[in-house]
């Protein structure tokens, strides 16, 4: 019954290659974001969709795409990995939206290492 | 944009000992939030605070809303060590913002 659920939990791959990262959220949700947390640990918010509409375009290189194929759920495509995206992924979802107290609810991460 | 600052960044006590970090702010908000990240694990809800002034419990842990909405501490009586990790405060300013703040966290070690 697991809430926020992420696949992989371990991406090792090669520079130059194209990943993508998985996310589902059980909880009914309307509002679900992907983060980015660095090794000195700060979170680092990359995307937000609400019933899946973007609201959140950090800047971010263009060849990270994020894609919601319905509210449930929100995938995150890397294209040309680069070293510097080594880092862990994390997504998550609230059941709020503008103006709402906006308690998020994190998946278990996603460490990605690129060779 | 909003800054959040956390502080200490890091904090090395004894098993039993009583534990305090707050975070500030340069603008207010209207929720705060408390997280906790055990190795390997995403952060985990420990707190929410919803106006200023608030004062909330979770087992051995206390949290406040400051009362100029700027700043909010956690503190946690007689530590374990299963307490070990990364703790972090978030802010929601509210309106139209769909974003949390969050500050850089606090990494506690606590020694049995």
């Known amino acids: 019954d697991t809430a926020v659920s992420q696949t992989p939990k371990y991406l090792v791959t090669q520079m130059g290659n194209d990943k993508s990262i998985k996310c589902e959220q059980n909880?009914?949700?309307?509002?679900m974001y992907w983060y980015k947390q660095d090794s000195k640990k700060f979170l680092k918010i990359m995307f937000s969709?609400?019933?899946?509409?973007?609201?959140i375009n950090e800047t971010v290189p263009n060849r990270f795409s994020p894609k919601s194929p319905d509210k449930a759920h929100l995938n995150l495509h890397i294209n040309s990995l680069e070293l510097g995206d080594s880092a862990v992924y994390f997504c998550a979802s609230t059941p709020y939206g503008a103006g709402g107290p906006n308690e998020q609810f994190f998946g278990p991460g996603t460490r990605l290492t690129v060779l | 944009g909003q800054q959040l600052n956390q502080s200490p960044q890091s904090m090395f006590i004894q098993e039993g000992e009583d534990v305090s970090m707050n975070c500030t702010s340069s603008?207010?908000?209207?929720?705060w939030l408390w997280y906790k990240q055990d190795p390997g694990e995403g952060p985990v809800l420990l707190i929410a605070l919803y106006k200023a002034g608030e004062l909330t419990s979770n087992g051995r842990l206390t949290a406040q809303f400051g009362i100029t909405r700027k700043d909010s501490f956690l503190n946690i009586s007689a530590s374990i060590p299963s307490d070990v990790g990364i703790y972090f405060c978030?802010?929601?300013?509210?309106?139209?913002?769909?974003?949390?703040?969050f500050g850089k966290g606090t990494l506690l070690t606590v020694n049995p």
């Open positions: 978030a802010g929601y300013s509210g309106g139209s913002n769909y974003k949390l703040t």
């Open positions: 909880l009914g949700h309307d509002t």
């Open positions: 603008s207010i908000f209207n929720t």
């Open positions: 969709y609400n019933n899946k509409e973007l609201i």
